[in-house]
């Protein structure tokens, strides 16, 4: 019997104990080989992300939504300011028509009346004062301008006087009564301004 050492035909111990080099992969065997690295897997999902589209375009709307609103809200403070004003020159205008019905009232209650006119006096005093209660409900007032200094904002000259025992500018005769309604003038007051004396205007 040969001896298994010294057998040519029988392969050496080394050959037959060393893995083989190359190992290749068998087919569908994925996991020892990918084809992938991790860094190509993430570059491949990065630039398709449906969640961050759908928050981009969520706060677009959102901006948009709000941009909307705001706008909505000036355009409402807007149209009712407008509103507020345009009724407020109603009123004035209305209450204006109504300034020259007071002045003859005054010019009647300023005349002298007899006895037989007496009734005819008192119907028209209360006429005149149910007109000021109706502008006073309405926020007019008349302005004070006999003694005052002359204000340009809210009296109109008609004629300069020399007075005497008058400081310069005093308001010493009023041909017409001024109204005014809270800070806007109705119509300005027509008054005589006392001048210093030995000065002419």
């Keep these: 019997m040969k001896d298994a050492m010294t057998d040519p035909k029988q392969e050496p111990f ?3 104990l060393e893995p083989p080099v190359d190992d290749p992969v068998s087919p569908g065997d994925e996991t020892a080989h990918p084809t992938e690295t991790p860094d190509d ?15 981009r375009e969520r706060d677009e709307y959102r901006d948009q939504l709000l941009r909307a ?5 000036n355009y409402r403070k807007r149209i009712e300011r407008e509103r507020v004003a345009m009724i407020a020159r109603a009123t004035e205008d209305a209450l204006r028509d109504l300034l020259p019905i007071i002045d003859d009232l005054e010019r009647a ?19 005149h004062r149910q007109m000021l209660e109706l502008l006073a409900r309405r926020g007019v007032e008349p302005i004070d301008a006999l003694g005052q200094d002359f204000d340009p904002n809210i009296h109109e000259a ?3 006087e020399p007075a005497e025992g008058r400081r ?11 109204y005014r309604m809270g800070d806007r003038l109705i119509r300005p007051s027509m008054v005589r301004v006392a001048q ?3 000065t002419r205007a």
């Excluded at 897997?41 to 928050?55: F, H, K, L, R």
């Excluded at 609103?69 to 809200?73: K, Y």
């Excluded at 209650?109 to 006429?127: K, R, S, T, W």
């Design 14 to 16: 080394d050959e037959v």
């Design 41 to 55: 897997a993430s570059a491949a999902t990065s630039g398709d992300n449906p969640g961050s589209d759908a928050a």
């Design 69 to 73: 609103r705001a706008e909505f809200d």
């Design 109 to 127: 209650l300023a005349a002298d009346v007899n006895d037989a006119a007496a009734p005819f006096h008192q119907g028209v005093e209360l006429i």
């Design 158 to 160: 008609v004629a300069y």
């Design 168 to 178: 310069e500018g005093e308001i010493i005769g009023e041909l017409r009564r001024g």
């Design 196 to 198: 210093a004396v030995g």
